[in-house]
């Protein structure tokens, strides 16, 4: 069924692993060891993560890949953006 599929958009970056990141992947930052979930937003791929309904976005010029590494996404994945 084709509505069971959802299309995820190339960011045009990497991972540290040289892994692809899409809109939907979930990575986890390097420097405070936080996940955040991909998304396509005002025309620009951010890294949005919530803690306390308090949104944090970081706008696509800071290169999240080089620092990150893809450990899931979105739909497969869901427990990994719950807060602990």
């Known amino acids: ?16 692993n040289g892994d692809e990141i899409y ?10 060891k936080l996940n955040y979930r991909i998304e396509f937003v005002n025309a620009e791929f951010i890294a949005r993560r919530f803690y306390e309904n308090i949104e944090n976005l970081y ?5 999240y890949g080089k620092e990150s590494e893809v450990i899931g996404n ?11």
């Open 1 to 16: 069924n084709q509505d069971s599929f959802k299309i995820m958009q190339y960011t045009g970056l990497k991972d540290k």
């Open 74 to 84: 979105i739909y497969e994945n869901p427990e990994l953006i719950k807060e602990k």
């Open 59 to 63: 706008p696509s010029e800071f290169d």
């Open 23 to 32: 809109e939907g992947d979930i990575i986890k930052y390097d420097f405070n």
